[in-house]
């Protein structure tokens, strides 16, 4: 005997299989834009805070000038990973570790289905 709602799947051609696949792909696309956006935000709001920072830091009279050092080797740094200007360095940061977080949550959401949790 077939149900309401599976009465209606077949009358559409989708089997039970083909339905489980497409909730998979959402969940899947769902989790893998969100992980990627954060991925990309958190490098940039850990580089940013840190300089602005160092900033507030060389008002202070005595490490102001260990700040100022300090500010000027981190772009030194940013402008080495992006061919000279440390915006771009710092784009380039967050575009990785939005791959490489990317690629941690398909391995994650991969595991689980192997597992048979999906």
Do not use: W
Not at 43 to 54: D, H, N, Q, T
Not at 111 to 118: C, E, I, N, Q, W
């Amino acid at each position: 005997m077939v149900r309401g709602a599976d009465k209606d799947n077949l009358a559409l051609g989708c089997d039970l299989r083909e339905l489980q696949t497409i909730r998979m792909m959402k969940i899947f696309v769902k989790s893998l834009l969100v992980t990627s956006a954060l991925s990309f935000a958190a490098p940039l709001l850990l580089i940013g805070a840190s300089v602005i920072g160092l900033a507030f830091v060389t008002h202070l009279p005595v490490i102001g000038d260990y700040s100022r050092l300090i500010i000027q080797q981190v772009l030194r740094v940013l402008a080495v990973f992006g061919n000279g200007d440390a915006i771009q360095g710092v784009l380039i940061i967050g575009l990785t570790c939005s791959f490489v977080g990317g690629l941690f949550d398909t391995y994650a959401l991969y595991s689980r289905y192997l597992r048979g949790d999906m």
